[in-house]
């Protein structure tokens, strides 16, 4: 059973930084893409980013490119997005998922504020 798991959110000022974390289990990691999506409140859900098997990352929202990147760390079955230069639009919940199983995490709460 493929599970998701998220960690590392939280409130952030602006210009601050945050690391995501997404452990997965369930499958074989290394075999397959993976992405991250966040919802801003009252929006819908956005693709963040994604990146390859081959650590290739692709597919940044525009919103996102210069300041968000995102890697994997096969050995350790997890995907990180690190959060650089915040800002209060970043705010929303941030989801993990497997494309190819269109499976998902239950989200973590990212908010930036001062």
């Known amino acids: 059973q493929v599970q998701l798991v998220e960690s590392g959110g939280g409130l952030a000022q602006p210009g601050g930084s945050l690391r995501l974390s997404c452990a997965a289990s369930?499958?074989?990691?290394?075999?397959?893409?993976m992405a991250w999506y966040r919802q801003a409140p009252g929006k819908e859900r956005e693709l963040v980013g994604r990146?390859?098997?081959?650590?290739?990352?692709?597919a940044y929202a525009a919103s996102v490119k210069g300041r968000f990147t995102i890697s994997r760390d096969n050995a350790e079955n997890t995907v990180f997005l690190f959060m650089n230069n915040l800002e209060p639009n970043d705010t929303g919940v941030y989801y993990c998922?497997?494309?190819?199983?269109?499976?998902w995490g239950q989200g973590i709460q990212v908010t930036v504020s001062s």
């Open positions: 998922q497997v494309p190819t199983f269109d499976a």
């Open positions: 990146i390859s098997i081959t650590h290739v990352a692709l």
């Open positions: 369930g499958f074989t990691f290394s075999n397959y893409a």
